[in-house]
């Protein structure tokens, strides 16, 4: 008998590829920055005095469009008012028609102003 095993090759190789927390850190922020360039959904810039408004389903938090559908990834989230009170007119309007859709108010600044939905309007402090 010979001194080969018939049926038996070598032994298997594990290859290991060492990254570093830079390269982790660097991977990372490629990611962010391809999300972002997708993602349209940015706060609208706006003028003193207007506001933009942001829509939510009440029963799952997922952010809708401007035309009550459900985002993902594309399409328009936020709408612009002239004023806070054309807003809170258009917000109690909207509830009666569909109240499981909270709304999310921020003033020119990007400031949360205020949040309403079927059960409550709260006001930012």
């Not at 090759?9 to 990254?19: E, F, H, K, L, M």
């Not at 993602?39 to 829509?55: C, D, E, M």
């Amino acid at each position: 008998m010979s001194g080969t095993r018939r049926g038996f090759g070598s032994p298997a190789r594990t290859q290991i590829n060492w990254v570093s927390s830079v390269d982790i850190e660097d991977q990372a922020d490629k990611n962010r920055t391809e999300k972002s360039k997708m993602n349209n959904n940015t706060a609208p810039k706006l003028k003193p005095g207007q506001v933009s408004l942001l829509r939510c389903d009440i029963n799952t938090g997922h952010v809708l469009k401007t035309n009550g559908e459900l985002y993902m990834q594309t399409g328009d989230t936020f709408e612009t008012f002239d004023s806070l009170e054309a807003v809170e007119h258009f917000i109690n309007i909207s509830l009666s028609d569909n109240p499981d859709i909270e709304f999310v108010v921020y003033n020119h600044n990007s400031d949360y102003i205020l949040s309403w939905n079927k059960l409550e309007k709260k006001r930012a402090k």
